[in-house]
């Protein structure tokens, strides 16, 4: 992790609350250390990460403050759980609306929306292992440079219960584990297209451009689908989009594009935008799909 990112990060202050017509007195957290996760982008980091995928992640506790000793006995335990902050949100909202399901606003306190009055997450991982000031962790929902701020083990016989009742997610789950409803199928551009970034530019999104897409590809804001003005639908894929249309219960993915335009990609100052290099060598290949 660049020192340009600890000076960056050294220390996060939540934004002051509002209660009873006065303001609170604001806290600060000192991040622990920073996860490198080589997701550079939302997109990449699922809501509810695979248990079983197979993923290697490091969290790099900071040097100078008896971190390695913190660890001391971590390594016995299968789990632990991570409590970090959702460092690229500014704001909040009251009301959300959640990735999974229908297109329904829901109380941001019902939900696990990074949107909240001081952004804090905590996802449970599998601790893969313990090498002095790192720990390796197995799937996680962490973009790259997620700052961490502690670090608890996972005990199932407190931290689990599997018969209590979720509310609206409920729901949510019994509509997910039911069959896709929509088939998708890629065009012969589509299909080029993907092929080209898998080989060359070793990217690929389209497993889960079809898990959203089978499920319900109506236009629906956080999972950035909606209706374009001259017809058919895109959806968001990170630095990406996929256009497609829908056809009773096909989808059909018609064609790739860059999530940036080139004015973009040239200028100065966007070098770090994700998959740069792969979308101006899209954009040499395939000018007719830039976007405005």
Known sequence: MSSALHRKNASLRPQALVHGGGVSDSLTLTPIG???????????ARHQPVDGAEECNVLELLPGVNFDQALQDVAGFDRVWLLWWFHRN???????????????????????SPHRPNPLGMTPVRLLGVEGRR????????VEGTPVFDVKPY??????????????????????NAPPRFTVNFASLAEEQAEWLRVEHQVDFTARL???LSRDPTPHRTRRIRKRPSGGFEIGCGAWRATFTVTAEIVTVTALETGYPLRFLIREGYEAVPDREAQLAFLTRWPETAPE
Do not use: N
């Open 210 to 212: 079809q898990e959203l």
């Open 90 to 112: 500014e704001t909040w909202r009251p009301l959300v609306l959640p990735p999974r399901g229908p297109s329904r606003r829901r109380g941001v306190f019902a939900t696990r």
């Open 34 to 44: 920073f996860i490198r996760t080589g997701k550079q982008v939302k997109f990449q």
């Open 135 to 142: 720990l390796l962790l197995g799937a996680c929902d962490l």
């Open 155 to 176: 005990v199932p016989a407190y931290d689990a219960f599997p018969e209590a009742k979720a509310g609206w997610i409920d729901e949510v789950d019994a509509l997910v």
